[in-house]
């Protein structure tokens, strides 16, 4: 069964810094393009960046500068970097994955994300 899970979620300051992964069952080979989503409370979930298979990433101006996505093959992990945290990044964080053979889009169960002022 292919699962998703994401990790390192946490309370941090202002300015501070995370890193966030997405771990995936199986071999991260099966997936094609892979990304990063947050929701807010009252909000909707909105796209943080992308990463595909062969590294192109891409992302929301909102963290462009300030976050970066990698996906690590030997791992069978994508992995957000975020630096210089905002309170207005406070969100659950949720990894996706293109299954390149199933066709399906997979989530991951979210990872909160709180910065304080």
């Known amino acids: 069964q292919v699962q998703l899970v994401e990790s390192g979620g946490g309370l941090v300051q202002a300015g501070g810094s995370l890193r966030l992964s997405c771990a995936v069952s199986?071999?991260?080979?099966?997936?094609?393009?892979m990304g990063w989503y947050r929701q807010a409370p009252g909000k909707q979930r909105e796209l943080v960046g992308t990463i595909t298979s062969g590294g192109d990433t891409n992302y929301s101006d909102s963290v462009k500068g300030r976050f970066a996505i990698s996906r690590s093959n030997a791992a069978n992990t994508m992995y957000l970097q975020m630096n210089s945290l905002e309170p207005e990044d406070t969100a659950v964080y949720y990894c996706n994955a293109y299954h390149t053979k199933n066709l399906r889009l997979y989530w991951g169960q979210g990872t909160q994300v709180t910065v304080s002022s």
């Open positions: 199986g071999s991260i080979f099966s997936f094609g393009a």
